[in-house]
């Protein structure tokens, strides 16, 4: 069974910082997506970023992009010039590219506070 | 707003009470997931209606009944729940396609705001 792993329960970042959260994540398998959800305190989840474990290129939106490293099994997620409005839980999850495609495995989630 | 909306955002319920959780997606999709969001763990996925199959976690108790009667429309019967199926539940809906003989795929997931529910 796959696993994810979010080892900082809570950071902060300065206004207009750059900020990294962790993720590592096992599994067995060669083909699957990585993803970074943000959850705001109107507790609706938001796709903020996606990678598919085929790509090399690290997968980047915006002032978010991502360091994959497949070896590794580590999937971290960077803030850069960090917003108020980027303060919420974020949790990284794993979706296996096979039949259990409908199945996301997530992590525990990392509280990020934004000092003004 | 992702077009998925969730009712009542608050429900607060003894262990005797029955009760609906209500989840209504807007997207045109054709899968809708409950997941259960309890403090310091992961979001636990209960139960998942996807090209018209119904797929679920074997660990949910039968307590929780869902019911999919159209594709825009899930919802979570609630029946003798205990203090510990205190948690936010969080409804999600996707554009499902079809992977093979058993498989099913999609872009992401879109998410309601939840139902914080207080089990007395």
């Known amino acids: 069974a796959q696993t994810v792993t979010q080892s900082q329960p809570e950071m902060s970042v300065q206004e207009a910082e750059t900020v990294t959260l962790s993720c590592t994540y096992d599994?067995?398998?060669?083909?699957?997506?990585l993803f970074w959800y943000k959850q705001p305190p109107s507790r609706q989840m938001i796709l903020v970023i996606r990678q598919e474990a085929y790509k090399q290129q690290n997968a980047t939106e915006n002032r978010f992009s991502v360091n994959f490293q497949k070896a590794a099994k580590s999937f971290s997620l960077k803030i850069s010039d960090s917003q108020l409005g980027d303060a919420a839980m974020y949790f990284c999850a794993y979706r296996s590219a096979g039949s259990s495609g409908d199945k996301l495995t997530f992590g525990t989630g990392t509280r990020l506070a934004v000092r003004p | 707003e992702t077009g998925v909306t969730q009712t009542p955002r608050h429900l607060v319920m003894g262990m005797t009470n029955k009760k609906s959780l209500k989840c209504e997606q807007h997207?045109?999709?054709?899968?809708m997931y409950w997941y259960k969001q309890s403090a310091k763990k992961p979001l636990e996925l209960m139960f998942v209606?996807?090209?018209?199959?119904?797929?679920e976690n074997n660990s949910v108790p039968s307590r929780f009944s869902p019911e999919c009667p159209n594709s825009s429309h899930l919802f979570l019967h609630l029946h003798t729940l205990q203090p510990e199926d205190s948690a936010l539940y969080l409804c999600a809906s996707s554009r499902d396609q079809p992977t093979g003989f058993y498989g099913r795929a999609n872009e992401k997931l879109f998410f309601g705001s939840g139902t914080q529910l207080s089990v007395l």
């Open positions: 997207l045109g999709h054709n899968a």
């Open positions: 209606y996807s090209l018209e199959e119904r797929v």
């Open positions: 599994t067995s398998e060669s083909d699957y997506y």
